[in-house]
Nanobody, 123 residues
Framework: QARLVESGGGLVQAGASLRLSCAAS????????MGWFRQAPGKEREFVAS???????RYYSRSVNGRATISRESANMGTLQIYSLKPEDTAIYYC?????????????????WGQGTQVTVSA
């Protein structure tokens, strides 16, 4: 059974950086884009960033563009680094995978989801 597992969340102060990792298992995701969504309390899930299956093309939301780097270490491993964290970055961050274009910001289009990792940024 295909599975995505996130790690690296936690409590950090504003201005700090954080590195989230996503480990996929159960099948090969070599042809799948990988990405990240987040959901803050009381808000809808929001697209954050994505990377294509080759790891060459990336797409970022306006909210993190210039403050984040998405990478792909292998077909089944990806990371998201966010710099200069702000309190409004506080959310549960989800790793996703799907056979989609990287500019796909509709969460329903992404096939696989992890359980999420909490990121809390204190002021």
């Amino acid at each position: 059974q295909a599975r995505l597992v996130e790690s690296g969340g936690g409590l950090v102060q504003a201005g700090a950086s954080l590195r989230l990792s996503c480990a996929a298992s159960g099948r090969s995701f070599v042809s799948y884009a990988m990405g990240w969504f987040r959901q803050a309390p009381g808000k809808e899930r929001e697209f954050v960033a994505s990377i294509n299956w080759k790891g060459e093309d990336r797409y970022y939301s306006r909210s993190v563009n210039g403050r984040a780097t998405i990478s792909r270490e292998s077909a089944n491993m990806g990371t998201l680094q966010i710099y200069s964290l702000k309190p409004e970055d506080t959310a549960i961050y989800y790793c996703v995978a799907g056979e989609v274009f990287i500019a796909t910001i509709d969460p329903h289009e992404w096939e696989y989801w992890g359980q999420g990792t909490q990121v809390t940024v204190s002021a």
